[in-house]
């Protein structure tokens, strides 16, 4: 029976200290010793038949820790997990205490057992089927939107600058493009290229500078100036769009059921957000604060690294924002919180209910895969073997089944009122509404 002291340090992770008696060690380090034996060159001696004490002059003492160590620390270990009946999540954090010889080998783990979770009933949750129309006016901006993304960028040539122009300047001998207009700032330069026209020069002030004085003026030249030509709505433009439509009336009404189409797949999504939420929200899990820890660092790294990547510093978007770093921490940990509470929820859902994903369905989505890429299926499966990206497809695929899982259980109610695509739009997002 392995000797251990075990301590609680919070719900969920323990540390526990555990001693290897003196003599598994004793038996361990004569193994060591005889294989160095047969492998080490010692002068003057044959391989096998150094006497112990010059052998042991010849081995570096790290090497005879790490081998103990290797050897008996993670069957002991096993064996404790074993013999505690524990679950563990991630890998134990090893703290060697005693690594001597002629002594018990002492050593701390601290181990993160999986939390318990309790899941919801399904039967009482009940996710909302929302209905959105379509209107008229949707269809029209649709379909300005195909003609704006099918227009073309032509030279103004004497005509000024107006908003959504692409305005081409040179500063000193540096050429920029900007976009005119889209600013609230008269000072920044897409404000103030408007009404300038090709050769023209003008100036502006930058947003920021490396020290607290303002900032001087800097001049520009105009080079060129485009507009974007919006194409007609012409039997010929439909044409090009598409052979099979006919008139505005056919272009009208395929918008309207893309729209349509668009619209449904929108509410299922929601339904299937929704189902997910609610069940994290009302299954009962204590999440150890150390995870909670380690996800709130990972998600404010990667949000610097974020806004670091558009130029600005975390000082800068909190003066921007009006907020503090305390205040940031905190909704990231409220965010970190909930994640990890839905991965458990999930995890024991699909536990509970058998739901795995097979080699044949990574096939099947391997081929889905390659198909919509036009690449052969080995292909993909390599890119993404080479990519480490294999566990993330699993992932995405099990997370698809059981949201579909949890969807066809739960109790659905459709709402009466409809909306507008403007009204979803206002919506609140449905994990928003679980983050407490």
Do not use: C
């Amino acid at each position: 029976m392995v000797q251990f002291k075990k301590e609680e340090k919070e719900k969920h992770l323990y540390e526990y200290e555990i001693t290897i008696e003196e003599e598994k060690v004793q038996e361990a380090l004569e193994n060591i010793y005889k294989e160095a034996n047969l492998r080490v060159a010692v002068p003057g001696f044959r391989k096998g038949k150094a006497p112990r004490a010059i052998l042991k002059a010849h081995l570096n003492l790290n090497f005879i820790k790490e081998e103990l160590t290797r050897r008996l620390v993670p069957d002991t270990l096993s064996q404790v997990i074993k013999d505690e009946n524990l679950t563990l999540f991630g890998e134990p954090d090893i703290d060697l205490i005693t690594v001597e010889e002629g002594q018990p080998l002492v050593f701390k783990a601290l181990i993160l057992e999986k939390p318990q979770t309790t899941l919801a009933n399904l039967d009482d949750i009940e996710v909302r089927k929302y209905k959105v129309v379509i209107r008229d006016s949707d269809v029209e901006k649709e379909i300005e939107g195909i003609l704006k993304s099918r227009g073309s960028w032509k030279d103004k040539g004497d005509l000024p600058a107006e908003t959504g122009d692409i305005v081409k300047v040179k500063i000193e001998e540096r050429e920029y493009a900007v976009t005119a207009g889209y600013s609230d700032d008269e000072s920044v330069m897409s404000r103030a290229v408007i009404g300038l026209k090709k050769g023209d020069t003008g100036t502006f002030r930058p947003q920021e500078t490396e020290t607290d004085k303002p900032a001087e003026e800097i001049e520009f030249v105009v080079t060129e100036i485009m507009k974007k030509e919006i194409p007609e709505l012409n039997e010929e433009f439909l044409t090009q769009l598409n052979p099979e439509l006919k008139s505005l009336d056919d272009l009208r009404l395929k918008t309207r059921e893309s729209l349509e189409k668009w619209a449904e797949d929108l509410v299922q999504l929601r339904m299937e957000k929704e189902a997910v939420a609610l069940l994290a929200k009302k299954s009962e899990v204590t999440v150890p604060s150390v995870l909670i820890d380690h996800e709130t660092k990972h998600q404010i790294d990667h949000f610097i690294e974020h806004i670091q990547g558009d130029g600005m510093t975390l000082e800068k978007y909190m003066e921007i924002a009006n907020t503090d770093f305390e205040s940031i921490e905190k909704d990231f940990r409220e965010q970190a919180l909930w994640q990890l509470k839905k991965m458990f929820v999930l995890q024991e859902y699909a536990d509970k209910n058998s739901i795995s994903v097979g080699e044949e369905e990574i096939k099947e989505e391997l081929e889905s895969i390659a198909q919509r890429a036009g690449k052969e299926v080995e292909d993909v499966k390599q890119i993404l073997e080479k990519n480490n990206k294999m566990d993330d497809l699993m992932d995405q695929k099990l997370q698809q089944k059981l949201i579909l899982d949890i969807l066809q259980k739960v109790k659905t109610k459709e709402l009466e009122e409809p909306l507008n695509i403007d009204q979803w739009k206002a919506l609140e997002d449905p994990e928003e509404e679980m983050v407490e």
